[in-house]
Protein backbone atom coordinates (compact mmCIF):
# COMPACT_ATOMS: atom_id res chain seq x y z
CA UNK A 1 0.00 0.00 0.00
CA UNK A 2 1.80 3.60 -0.94
CA UNK A 3 -0.93 5.79 -0.04
CA UNK A 4 -0.87 5.81 3.83
CA UNK A 5 0.60 9.16 4.05
CA UNK A 6 -1.98 10.76 1.73
CA UNK A 7 -5.88 11.56 0.99
CA UNK A 8 -7.81 10.82 -1.91
CA UNK A 9 -9.50 14.05 -3.45
CA UNK A 10 -10.95 14.94 -6.50
CA UNK A 11 -9.40 11.28 -8.24
CA UNK A 12 -6.13 11.99 -7.08
CA UNK A 13 -3.75 10.88 -3.86
CA UNK A 14 -2.75 14.37 -2.36
CA UNK A 15 -0.42 15.10 0.62
CA UNK A 16 -2.84 17.00 3.48
CA UNK A 17 -2.90 20.09 4.71
CA UNK A 18 -2.97 19.33 8.37
CA UNK A 19 0.15 18.49 10.46
CA UNK A 20 -1.42 16.19 13.04
CA UNK A 21 -0.07 12.91 13.01
CA UNK A 22 -2.20 10.03 14.61
CA UNK A 23 0.24 6.97 15.40
CA UNK A 24 -1.26 3.82 14.43
CA UNK A 25 -0.59 0.73 17.18
CA UNK A 26 -0.80 -2.69 16.73
CA UNK A 27 -3.04 -3.53 19.21
CA UNK A 28 -1.79 -7.02 19.57
CA UNK A 29 1.94 -5.82 19.88
CA UNK A 30 1.38 -2.19 21.07
CA UNK A 31 3.73 -1.28 18.51
CA UNK A 32 3.33 1.82 16.44
CA UNK A 33 3.26 0.94 12.72
CA UNK A 34 2.78 3.57 10.71
CA UNK A 35 1.64 7.46 11.38
CA UNK A 36 -1.40 8.23 9.93
CA UNK A 37 -2.42 11.94 8.88
CA UNK A 38 -5.38 13.96 10.09
CA UNK A 39 -7.43 16.24 8.38
CA UNK A 40 -7.92 19.75 9.24
CA UNK A 41 -10.61 22.04 8.14
CA UNK A 42 -8.86 22.80 4.38
CA UNK A 43 -8.65 19.10 4.14
CA UNK A 44 -12.17 19.05 5.14
CA UNK A 45 -13.02 21.91 2.80
CA UNK A 46 -10.80 20.51 -0.15
CA UNK A 47 -12.57 17.11 0.04
CA UNK A 48 -16.22 18.69 0.31
CA UNK A 49 -16.07 20.88 -2.85
CA UNK A 50 -14.02 18.28 -4.63
CA UNK A 51 -17.33 16.28 -4.29
CA UNK A 52 -20.13 19.08 -4.74
CA UNK A 53 -17.94 19.83 -8.08
CA UNK A 54 -18.68 16.50 -9.20
CA UNK A 55 -21.93 16.00 -7.83
CA UNK A 56 -23.94 17.64 -11.51
CA UNK A 57 -22.74 15.17 -13.34
CA UNK A 58 -22.53 12.34 -11.58
CA UNK A 59 -26.04 12.54 -10.21
CA UNK A 60 -26.91 12.35 -13.82
CA UNK A 61 -25.61 9.61 -14.99
CA UNK A 62 -27.69 6.64 -15.48
CA UNK A 63 -28.61 3.43 -13.62
CA UNK A 64 -27.21 1.58 -15.96
CA UNK A 65 -23.73 3.19 -16.10
CA UNK A 66 -23.26 2.98 -12.17
CA UNK A 67 -24.41 -0.52 -12.18
CA UNK A 68 -21.55 -1.29 -14.31
CA UNK A 69 -18.82 0.77 -11.64
CA UNK A 70 -20.60 -1.05 -8.67
CA UNK A 71 -19.92 -4.41 -10.20
CA UNK A 72 -16.49 -3.78 -11.47
CA UNK A 73 -15.85 -2.42 -7.86
CA UNK A 74 -17.42 -5.90 -6.77
CA UNK A 75 -14.74 -7.66 -9.01
CA UNK A 76 -12.24 -5.49 -7.20
CA UNK A 77 -13.09 -5.92 -3.75
CA UNK A 78 -12.98 -9.40 -3.72
CA UNK A 79 -9.75 -9.82 -5.97
CA UNK A 80 -8.35 -8.08 -3.14
CA UNK A 81 -10.09 -9.80 -0.64
CA UNK A 82 -7.65 -11.57 1.33
CA UNK A 83 -5.52 -8.51 1.47
CA UNK A 84 -8.46 -6.61 3.00
CA UNK A 85 -8.59 -9.20 5.36
CA UNK A 86 -4.71 -9.34 6.47
CA UNK A 87 -5.05 -5.09 7.18
CA UNK A 88 -8.18 -5.40 9.30
CA UNK A 89 -5.76 -8.25 11.77
CA UNK A 90 -3.09 -5.93 11.61
CA UNK A 91 -5.00 -2.25 12.27
CA UNK A 92 -7.56 -3.87 14.92
CA UNK A 93 -6.53 -6.74 15.81
CA UNK A 94 -9.76 -8.82 14.77
CA UNK A 95 -8.49 -12.44 14.36
CA UNK A 96 -7.27 -13.53 11.07
CA UNK A 97 -9.96 -16.52 10.56
CA UNK A 98 -12.92 -13.88 11.50
CA UNK A 99 -11.49 -11.13 9.22
CA UNK A 100 -11.82 -13.77 6.31
CA UNK A 101 -14.87 -15.23 7.55
CA UNK A 102 -16.91 -12.20 8.32
CA UNK A 103 -15.15 -8.83 8.34
CA UNK A 104 -14.18 -8.32 4.30
CA UNK A 105 -17.08 -10.98 3.49
CA UNK A 106 -19.60 -8.58 4.33
CA UNK A 107 -17.93 -6.16 2.39
CA UNK A 108 -18.63 -8.75 -0.64
CA UNK A 109 -22.53 -8.61 1.06
CA UNK A 110 -23.40 -4.95 1.06
CA UNK A 111 -22.18 -4.63 -2.30
CA UNK A 112 -24.33 -7.37 -4.10
CA UNK A 113 -27.49 -6.58 -1.87
CA UNK A 114 -27.02 -3.03 -2.98
CA UNK A 115 -26.45 -3.89 -6.89
CA UNK A 116 -29.00 -6.65 -6.54
CA UNK A 117 -31.75 -3.41 -4.76
CA UNK A 118 -30.44 -0.59 -7.47
CA UNK A 119 -31.35 -3.16 -10.39
CA UNK A 120 -34.72 -3.26 -8.88
CA UNK A 121 -35.03 0.66 -7.66
CA UNK A 122 -37.43 2.59 -9.59
CA UNK A 123 -36.51 6.09 -9.81
CA UNK A 124 -39.46 7.91 -11.81
CA UNK A 125 -43.52 7.07 -11.20
CA UNK A 126 -45.89 9.08 -13.26
CA UNK A 127 -49.34 9.20 -11.02
CA UNK A 128 -52.17 11.12 -12.79
CA UNK A 129 -50.54 14.53 -13.84
CA UNK A 130 -47.69 14.09 -11.64
CA UNK A 131 -44.39 13.06 -11.74
CA UNK A 132 -42.91 11.32 -8.71
CA UNK A 133 -38.99 11.64 -8.65
CA UNK A 134 -36.26 9.86 -6.34
CA UNK A 135 -32.87 11.92 -6.56
CA UNK A 136 -29.49 11.57 -5.33
CA UNK A 137 -29.96 14.22 -2.00
CA UNK A 138 -26.16 15.50 -2.46
CA UNK A 139 -22.97 15.51 -1.19
CA UNK A 140 -22.41 13.11 1.78
CA UNK A 141 -19.96 12.83 4.16
CA UNK A 142 -19.34 9.24 5.75
CA UNK A 143 -18.32 9.02 9.58
CA UNK A 144 -17.35 5.37 10.23
CA UNK A 145 -15.81 3.63 13.25
CA UNK A 146 -13.34 1.19 13.69
CA UNK A 147 -14.71 -1.79 14.99
CA UNK A 148 -15.97 -3.52 11.76
CA UNK A 149 -14.20 -1.38 8.81
CA UNK A 150 -15.37 -2.85 6.05
CA UNK A 151 -19.32 -3.11 7.11
CA UNK A 152 -19.70 -0.11 8.38
CA UNK A 153 -17.90 1.86 5.20
CA UNK A 154 -19.25 0.07 2.40
CA UNK A 155 -22.84 -0.40 4.21
CA UNK A 156 -22.93 3.81 3.40
CA UNK A 157 -20.60 3.76 -0.05
CA UNK A 158 -22.73 1.28 -2.05
CA UNK A 159 -26.41 2.74 -1.67
CA UNK A 160 -24.71 6.44 -1.74
CA UNK A 161 -22.57 5.42 -4.68
CA UNK A 162 -25.55 3.70 -6.12
CA UNK A 163 -28.14 6.56 -6.05
CA UNK A 164 -25.80 9.70 -7.79
CA UNK A 165 -24.66 11.35 -4.82
CA UNK A 166 -20.92 12.16 -4.08
CA UNK A 167 -19.28 11.15 -0.92
CA UNK A 168 -16.60 12.69 1.50
CA UNK A 169 -15.83 9.49 3.48
CA UNK A 170 -13.84 9.92 7.09
CA UNK A 171 -12.85 6.41 8.57
CA UNK A 172 -11.73 5.75 11.91
CA UNK A 173 -7.89 6.75 12.81
CA UNK A 174 -7.84 3.75 14.45
CA UNK A 175 -8.83 1.37 11.19
CA UNK A 176 -7.73 3.21 8.44
CA UNK A 177 -5.48 0.64 6.53
CA UNK A 178 -8.39 -1.42 4.84
CA UNK A 179 -10.12 1.70 4.05
CA UNK A 180 -7.09 3.27 2.09
CA UNK A 181 -7.41 0.29 -0.06
CA UNK A 182 -11.15 0.44 -0.59
CA UNK A 183 -10.20 4.29 -1.58
CA UNK A 184 -7.50 2.44 -4.36
CA UNK A 185 -10.07 0.30 -5.05
CA UNK A 186 -12.63 2.82 -5.89
CA UNK A 187 -10.33 4.51 -8.05
CA UNK A 188 -9.66 1.58 -10.08
CA UNK A 189 -12.91 1.16 -10.76
CA UNK A 190 -13.40 4.12 -12.38
CA UNK A 191 -15.90 6.43 -10.57
CA UNK A 192 -15.34 10.13 -11.81
CA UNK A 193 -12.94 12.16 -10.01
CA UNK A 194 -14.48 13.80 -7.10
CA UNK A 195 -17.15 11.01 -6.71
CA UNK A 196 -15.62 9.27 -3.81
CA UNK A 197 -13.15 11.14 -1.41
CA UNK A 198 -10.72 9.73 1.54
CA UNK A 199 -9.26 11.52 4.53
CA UNK A 200 -8.79 10.45 8.05
CA UNK A 201 -9.59 12.45 11.17
CA UNK A 202 -10.59 13.08 14.57
CA UNK A 203 -14.44 13.87 15.27
CA UNK A 204 -13.18 16.72 17.18
CA UNK A 205 -12.08 18.40 13.99
CA UNK A 206 -12.87 16.20 10.61
CA UNK A 207 -16.20 15.23 12.02
CA UNK A 208 -17.24 18.62 13.27
CA UNK A 209 -16.03 20.46 10.23
CA UNK A 210 -17.77 17.92 7.70
CA UNK A 211 -20.44 18.39 10.17
CA UNK A 212 -20.98 22.03 10.22
CA UNK A 213 -20.09 22.33 6.05
CA UNK A 214 -22.79 24.03 4.29
CA UNK A 215 -21.93 22.23 1.08
CA UNK A 216 -22.63 18.78 3.18
CA UNK A 217 -26.13 17.95 2.51
CA UNK A 218 -26.16 14.40 4.53
CA UNK A 219 -24.21 12.65 7.71
CA UNK A 220 -24.31 9.44 8.07
CA UNK A 221 -22.23 8.08 10.95
CA UNK A 222 -22.02 4.70 13.13
CA UNK A 223 -20.41 5.49 16.33
CA UNK A 224 -21.49 6.10 19.86
CA UNK A 225 -24.59 7.48 20.88
CA UNK A 226 -22.00 10.41 22.02
CA UNK A 227 -20.67 11.00 18.88
CA UNK A 228 -23.81 10.88 17.27
CA UNK A 229 -25.19 13.61 19.52
CA UNK A 230 -22.49 15.82 18.50
CA UNK A 231 -22.34 15.16 14.94
CA UNK A 232 -26.58 16.10 14.69
CA UNK A 233 -25.73 19.23 17.26
CA UNK A 234 -23.08 20.53 14.63
CA UNK A 235 -25.44 19.72 11.64
CA UNK A 236 -28.49 21.32 13.22
CA UNK A 237 -27.77 25.35 11.81
CA UNK A 238 -27.82 23.73 8.31
CA UNK A 239 -30.95 21.43 8.55
CA UNK A 240 -28.92 18.64 6.21
CA UNK A 241 -29.70 15.26 6.95
CA UNK A 242 -28.64 13.25 9.52
CA UNK A 243 -28.67 8.92 10.30
CA UNK A 244 -27.27 7.48 12.94
CA UNK A 245 -26.54 4.16 13.62
CA UNK A 246 -25.37 4.38 17.51
CA UNK A 247 -25.01 2.55 20.39
CA UNK A 248 -26.40 -0.81 22.02
CA UNK A 249 -27.13 -3.09 24.87
CA UNK A 250 -28.65 -5.89 23.55
CA UNK A 251 -30.82 -8.22 25.39
CA UNK A 252 -30.64 -12.29 24.76
CA UNK A 253 -34.15 -13.68 26.24
CA UNK A 254 -34.35 -17.02 27.03
CA UNK A 255 -37.33 -18.43 27.45
CA UNK A 256 -37.95 -21.60 29.93
CA UNK A 257 -39.26 -23.83 27.02
CA UNK A 258 -35.39 -24.12 25.36
CA UNK A 259 -32.51 -26.71 26.06
CA UNK A 260 -31.14 -23.77 28.95
CA UNK A 261 -27.43 -25.01 28.73
CA UNK A 262 -27.13 -25.08 24.89
CA UNK A 263 -29.09 -21.21 24.78
CA UNK A 264 -26.25 -19.72 27.10
CA UNK A 265 -23.20 -21.56 25.44
CA UNK A 266 -24.69 -20.06 22.09
CA UNK A 267 -25.75 -16.41 23.92
CA UNK A 268 -22.29 -16.36 25.39
CA UNK A 269 -20.46 -17.36 22.15
CA UNK A 270 -22.70 -14.49 20.23
CA UNK A 271 -21.79 -11.90 22.72
CA UNK A 272 -17.79 -12.73 21.91
CA UNK A 273 -17.71 -12.19 18.30
CA UNK A 274 -15.18 -9.87 17.09
CA UNK A 275 -14.14 -9.49 20.53
CA UNK A 276 -17.31 -8.29 22.00
CA UNK A 277 -16.81 -5.43 19.75
CA UNK A 278 -20.07 -5.56 18.26
CA UNK A 279 -22.50 -2.64 18.56
CA UNK A 280 -25.87 -5.15 18.09
CA UNK A 281 -23.92 -8.13 20.63
CA UNK A 282 -26.28 -9.93 22.75
CA UNK A 283 -24.50 -8.51 25.35
CA UNK A 284 -27.69 -9.12 28.40
CA UNK A 285 -28.28 -12.84 29.01
CA UNK A 286 -31.65 -12.93 30.76
CA UNK A 287 -32.26 -16.26 32.53
CA UNK A 288 -34.92 -17.53 34.40
CA UNK A 289 -34.44 -16.81 37.99
CA UNK A 290 -34.77 -20.69 39.43
CA UNK A 291 -32.14 -21.79 36.29
CA UNK A 292 -29.57 -19.42 36.99
CA UNK A 293 -27.19 -21.92 39.20
CA UNK A 294 -26.86 -24.08 35.80
CA UNK A 295 -26.65 -20.85 33.22
CA UNK A 296 -23.45 -20.02 35.75
CA UNK A 297 -21.96 -23.54 34.69
CA UNK A 298 -22.84 -23.29 31.09
CA UNK A 299 -21.61 -19.57 30.60
CA UNK A 300 -17.97 -19.99 32.60
CA UNK A 301 -18.13 -23.16 30.67
CA UNK A 302 -18.29 -21.46 26.77
CA UNK A 303 -16.18 -18.11 28.39
CA UNK A 304 -13.14 -21.01 29.28
CA UNK A 305 -13.31 -22.57 25.75
CA UNK A 306 -12.27 -19.13 24.31
CA UNK A 307 -8.57 -18.94 23.35
CA UNK A 308 -7.21 -15.59 23.23
CA UNK A 309 -3.81 -14.40 22.08
CA UNK A 310 -2.11 -13.27 18.74
CA UNK A 311 -4.80 -12.30 16.11
CA UNK A 312 -2.61 -14.66 13.43
CA UNK A 313 -2.61 -17.92 14.99
CA UNK A 314 -5.77 -19.91 15.69
CA UNK A 315 -7.45 -18.84 18.28
CA UNK A 316 -10.89 -17.33 18.90
CA UNK A 317 -9.93 -14.14 20.20
CA UNK A 318 -7.60 -11.62 19.53
CA UNK A 319 -7.11 -8.14 21.65
CA UNK A 320 -9.55 -5.02 21.48
CA UNK A 321 -8.37 -1.99 19.45
CA UNK A 322 -6.47 0.13 21.49
CA UNK A 323 -5.02 1.06 24.67
CA UNK A 324 -7.99 3.65 25.67
CA UNK A 325 -10.16 0.67 25.22
CA UNK A 326 -8.63 -1.78 26.91
CA UNK A 327 -8.81 0.30 29.94
CA UNK A 328 -12.57 1.21 29.79
CA UNK A 329 -13.17 -2.04 29.62
CA UNK A 330 -11.00 -2.89 32.49
CA UNK A 331 -12.86 -0.13 34.26
CA UNK A 332 -16.04 -1.73 33.57
CA UNK A 333 -15.31 -5.28 34.65
CA UNK A 334 -14.06 -3.69 38.17
CA UNK A 335 -17.39 -1.86 38.16
CA UNK A 336 -19.74 -5.05 37.95
CA UNK A 337 -17.10 -6.55 40.82
CA UNK A 338 -17.36 -3.83 43.14
CA UNK A 339 -21.49 -3.25 42.65
CA UNK A 340 -21.78 -6.96 43.77
CA UNK A 341 -22.33 -9.09 40.53
CA UNK A 342 -21.08 -12.86 40.69
CA UNK A 343 -17.53 -13.26 38.75
CA UNK A 344 -18.14 -16.31 37.23
CA UNK A 345 -15.29 -16.27 34.45
CA UNK A 346 -12.44 -13.89 33.15
CA UNK A 347 -11.85 -10.64 35.25
CA UNK A 348 -9.04 -8.05 35.67
CA UNK A 349 -6.02 -8.26 33.73
CA UNK A 350 -4.84 -10.01 30.60
CA UNK A 351 -5.07 -13.40 30.20
CA UNK A 352 -2.34 -15.87 31.82
CA UNK A 353 0.95 -15.98 29.58
CA UNK A 354 -0.10 -12.40 27.78
CA UNK A 355 1.89 -9.49 29.39
CA UNK A 356 1.62 -7.19 25.86
CA UNK A 357 -1.18 -6.03 24.02
CA UNK A 358 -4.65 -5.31 24.41
CA UNK A 359 -6.00 -9.01 25.53
CA UNK A 360 -9.20 -9.21 27.77
CA UNK A 361 -10.00 -12.05 29.62
CA UNK A 362 -13.53 -13.53 28.09
CA UNK A 363 -16.12 -12.43 31.19
CA UNK A 364 -19.18 -13.88 32.42
CA UNK A 365 -20.78 -11.87 35.21
CA UNK A 366 -23.84 -13.59 36.88
CA UNK A 367 -26.67 -12.46 39.34
CA UNK A 368 -26.68 -9.18 37.83
CA UNK A 369 -29.13 -6.77 38.47
CA UNK A 370 -30.78 -4.36 35.44
CA UNK A 371 -29.61 -1.04 37.36
CA UNK A 372 -25.94 -2.37 37.43
CA UNK A 373 -23.23 -0.47 35.18
CA UNK A 374 -22.62 -3.61 33.26
CA UNK A 375 -26.07 -4.20 32.61
CA UNK A 376 -26.79 -0.56 31.69
CA UNK A 377 -23.38 1.04 29.51
CA UNK A 378 -22.21 -0.65 26.11
CA UNK A 379 -18.89 -2.10 27.38
CA UNK A 380 -17.84 -2.74 23.71
CA UNK A 381 -15.99 -5.81 24.81
CA UNK A 382 -15.97 -10.00 25.97
CA UNK A 383 -17.68 -9.45 28.96
CA UNK A 384 -21.42 -10.30 29.26
CA UNK A 385 -24.06 -10.27 32.25
CA UNK A 386 -26.72 -12.65 33.40
CA UNK A 387 -30.09 -11.18 34.39
CA UNK A 388 -32.37 -13.29 36.43
CA UNK A 389 -36.13 -12.55 35.43
CA UNK A 390 -38.85 -14.20 36.86
CA UNK A 391 -41.68 -14.53 34.16
CA UNK A 392 -42.12 -13.58 30.76
CA UNK A 393 -43.23 -9.78 31.18
CA UNK A 394 -40.56 -9.44 33.86
CA UNK A 395 -37.96 -10.43 30.75
CA UNK A 396 -39.84 -8.13 28.15
CA UNK A 397 -39.36 -5.15 30.71
CA UNK A 398 -35.76 -5.56 31.86
CA UNK A 399 -34.80 -5.89 27.88
CA UNK A 400 -36.78 -2.76 27.14
CA UNK A 401 -35.20 -1.15 30.00
CA UNK A 402 -32.26 0.57 28.32
CA UNK A 403 -31.26 3.82 26.72
CA UNK A 404 -30.56 1.84 23.68
CA UNK A 405 -33.14 -0.25 21.18
CA UNK A 406 -30.79 -1.70 18.54
CA UNK A 407 -31.18 -5.53 18.67
CA UNK A 408 -32.40 -7.61 20.53
CA UNK A 409 -32.49 -11.95 20.75
CA UNK A 410 -35.13 -14.30 21.49
CA UNK A 411 -34.65 -17.90 22.43
CA UNK A 412 -37.86 -20.24 23.08
CA UNK A 413 -38.81 -23.29 21.15
CA UNK A 414 -42.66 -22.16 20.79
CA UNK A 415 -42.43 -19.51 17.99
CA UNK A 416 -45.64 -17.78 18.16
CA UNK A 417 -44.75 -16.99 21.90
CA UNK A 418 -41.20 -16.00 20.09
CA UNK A 419 -43.53 -14.15 17.97
CA UNK A 420 -45.05 -12.01 20.01
CA UNK A 421 -42.16 -11.64 21.93
CA UNK A 422 -40.53 -9.85 19.00
CA UNK A 423 -43.44 -7.31 18.47
CA UNK A 424 -43.21 -6.17 22.01
CA UNK A 425 -39.44 -5.75 22.09
CA UNK A 426 -38.51 -2.07 21.18
CA UNK A 427 -35.70 -2.97 18.98
CA UNK A 428 -34.70 -2.38 15.33
CA UNK A 429 -33.66 -5.90 14.54
CA UNK A 430 -34.43 -9.21 16.16
CA UNK A 431 -33.22 -12.43 15.84
CA UNK A 432 -35.17 -15.82 16.92
CA UNK A 433 -33.03 -18.87 17.62
CA UNK A 434 -30.10 -17.91 16.11
CA UNK A 435 -31.25 -16.66 12.66
CA UNK A 436 -28.39 -15.89 10.57
CA UNK A 437 -27.56 -12.14 9.63
CA UNK A 438 -28.67 -10.75 6.68
CA UNK A 439 -27.51 -7.92 4.13
CA UNK A 440 -31.03 -7.47 2.60
CA UNK A 441 -32.91 -6.99 5.81
CA UNK A 442 -33.17 -3.75 7.59
CA UNK A 443 -30.84 -2.49 10.52
CA UNK A 444 -31.28 0.31 12.68
CA UNK A 445 -32.15 1.32 15.84
CA UNK A 446 -34.81 2.60 17.92
CA UNK A 447 -34.28 5.21 20.87
CA UNK A 448 -30.67 6.55 21.67
CA UNK A 449 -29.33 3.63 19.19
CA UNK A 450 -30.27 6.05 16.26
CA UNK A 451 -32.36 6.75 13.25
CA UNK A 452 -32.34 5.67 9.59
CA UNK A 453 -31.78 2.18 7.89
CA UNK A 454 -29.10 0.64 6.11
CA UNK A 455 -28.91 -2.56 4.03
CA UNK A 456 -30.03 -2.85 0.42
CA UNK A 457 -33.29 -1.17 -0.75
CA UNK A 458 -33.61 0.54 2.59
CA UNK A 459 -30.07 1.93 2.63
CA UNK A 460 -30.63 3.47 -1.20
CA UNK A 461 -33.68 4.87 0.44
CA UNK A 462 -31.63 7.06 3.16
CA UNK A 463 -29.63 9.03 0.42
CA UNK A 464 -32.29 9.90 -1.74
CA UNK A 465 -34.61 13.25 -1.83
CA UNK A 466 -38.46 12.55 -3.59
CA UNK A 467 -39.81 15.75 -5.83
CA UNK A 468 -43.36 15.71 -7.39
CA UNK A 469 -43.16 17.85 -10.47
CA UNK A 470 -47.05 18.84 -11.27
CA UNK A 471 -48.38 18.87 -14.91
CA UNK A 472 -45.39 16.67 -16.31
CA UNK A 473 -48.52 14.46 -18.00
Known sequence: MINIDKFYIGGKWVAPHGQTIHQLTNPATEEQIYPIPMADEVDVNLAVASAKAAFDSYSMTTKEERLGLLRRLLELYNAAYNEISELMVEEMGTTLAFSRAAQAWVGTAHLEATIEALEKEVFEEVRGNTLISKEAIGVCALITPWNWPMNQLVVK????????????????????????????????????AGVYNHITG????????????????????????????????????TVKRVTQELGGKSANLIMRDVDLEKAVKDGVDACYINCGQACRAPARMLVPAERMEEAKRAAKEAAN??????????????????????????????????????????????????????????????????KMTIAIEEIFGPVIALIPYETEEDAIRIANDSVYGLSGYIQC??????????????????????????????????????????????????YLVIKSTAGYA
Not at 163 to 181: F, N
Not at 207 to 225: C, F, K, N, Q, Y
Not at 346 to 361: A, E, N, Q, T
Open 413 to 462: ADIEKARMIARRLKVGSIWINGADWDARAPFGGYKQSGNGLEHAEWGLHD
Open 305 to 370: KHTVGDPKTAVSLGPVVNELQFHRIQSLIQSGIDEGATLVAGGIGRPKGLDRGYYVKPTVFADVTP
Open 157 to 192: VAPALAVGCTIVAKPSEYSPLSSIRFAELIHEAGFP
Open 202 to 237: SGEVAGEALSRHPDVDMISITGSTRAGIAVARAAAD
